[in-house]
């Protein structure tokens, strides 16, 4: 049991911190936006369940680690509505216990549906903030894996040597889409086996545009995890790392976190429109096993991770689900329309049918991260 559980478990430390950075940062976002239109925080929690250790700021806010390291959030001032606000003075009252304090203007409810927007939206902007820095700091400090995208070798019997290319050949664009990096070509491929893709390179000089259709391959790392990928079945150059500039690593930085956001929301519709298994989909059993892993390599694979898990961060709670940020951000959109929120009952049963999505994703993604780490198989070998 300690072999099947030793991936994700054997390494908590690089857990913690991936996880801890992740959220602190997405915390922080609606924390300085909400200071930023003047709404009180009434509290700051990295984490859920019982408080760790905390303290409380000259400003009221209450700044805690709580026991249960799977998110945080920070409570905002007046954040429920006058009926809900009417209800908990109620309570108190009934109680004998002293009345809520009410700090007038600083209230979330009280902020205009773009000011609530700005709070919400602030959450994920800083995780996709946090991977351009990320990769920014990265490539100016160690520099950028690179490599021309020319292609050195075509392997026999390949999707490339259907498609005609040959040794020399500059890959320029693929279904449209500019290529500046060997790596920009592996980035496609991988995400589009079985597809038929238009490569435009140039031979000699010359333009000329090819129809390639990626193979279909399963590849195992060296921890045994599976990966369906395409693969045209070309070599490129020499890879080369070059450190950049400041302003160039701010620039590719950016570019980057664009890149790794497209080619998620393409992995995340192949999953929806079927093309591409769930089994892609973990959580966070399968975050402790890459962390542990990664950190092995050092420092910058840990970095290069936390930009990752950043900006999918970033999508997830961008998705429109009640409860999530992007839930909200579609009833901000109905309010601003309309003049007028959403009914208190509407919102009641979206914010139930989230939690239900929320549940069955948690559910799917935990059963993935059991059968990627073996347990399945464990209790099946124990129970047979």
């Not at 700021?57 to 680690?65: F, I, L, N, Q, S």
């Not at 991988?190 to 435009?200: I, M």
């Not at 999530?324 to 309309?338: K, N, P, S, T």
């Not at 993935?368 to 198989?377: A, H, S």
Request: net charge neutral; glycine share 12%.
């Amino acid at each position: 049991m300690f072999d099947v559980l030793g991936g994700a478990f054997g390494t908590i430390g690089p857990f913690l911190v991936v996880l801890g950075v992740l959220i602190f940062v997405h915390e922080l976002g609606h924390y300085l936006a909400a200071r930023s239109v003047g709404v009180h925080v009434e509290a700051f929690s990295i984490g859920f369940g019982g408080e760790l250790f905390g303290w409380t700021d000259r400003a009221g806010t209450r700044w805690k680690v709580c026991w249960i390291p799977l998110g945080g959030y920070v409570r905002l001032h007046g954040a429920e509505s006058p009926e809900d606000r009417a209800r908990l003075e109620a309570e108190a009252r009934e109680k004998g216990l002293p009345l809520p304090e009410w700090r007038h203007g600083q209230t979330f409810a009280e902020k205009s549906v773009g000011r609530r927007a700005w709070v919400v939206a602030a959450g994920p902007l800083a995780n996709f903030l946090l991977a351009a820095v990320l990769l920014a700091a990265t490539y100016s400090i160690s520099g950028r894996p690179d490599t021309a995208p020319i292609v050195t070798a075509v392997q026999p019997g390949s999707a490339a040597e259907r498609a005609g290319l040959a040794p020399g050949d500059r890959i320029v664009a693929i279904d449209g889409r500019t290529i500046r990096r060997f790596e920009d070509v592996q980035a496609i491929v991988r995400l589009r086996p079985e597809q038929t893709l238009s490569v435009a390179v140039e031979r000699d000089g010359r333009p000329l545009v090819l129809t390639a259709t990626p193979d279909l391959r399963e590849v195992s790392d060296r921890f045994g995890n599976v990966t369906r990928i395409g693969l045209l079945g070309v070599a490129g150059g020499v890879p080369e790392v070059r450190r950049l500039d400041p302003l160039s690593a701010v620039a590719a930085g950016a570019g980057e976190t664009i890149r790794i956001t497209e080619q998620t929301l393409v992995a995340l519709w192949q999953i929806i429109a079927g093309t591409r298994g769930t089994e892609d989909l973990g959580g966070p059993l399968r975050i402790a096993q890459l962390s542990g892993q990664v950190a092995t390599g050092g420092i910058g694979p840990l970095v290069a991770l936390i930009a990752l898990l950043s900006v999918n961060l970033a999508l997830i709670n961008l998705f429109p689900i009640p409860i999530l940020d992007g839930g909200h951000l579609v009833m901000y959109a109905y309010e601003a329309v309309r003049g007028k929120p959403l009914p208190p009952r509407a919102q009641e049963y979206a914010f139930r049918g989230g939690l239900a999505i929320l549940l069955t994703l948690f559910v799917l993604a935990t059963w993935n991260d059991l059968i990627q780490l073996r347990v399945v198989d464990w209790v099946v070998r124990l129970v047979g």
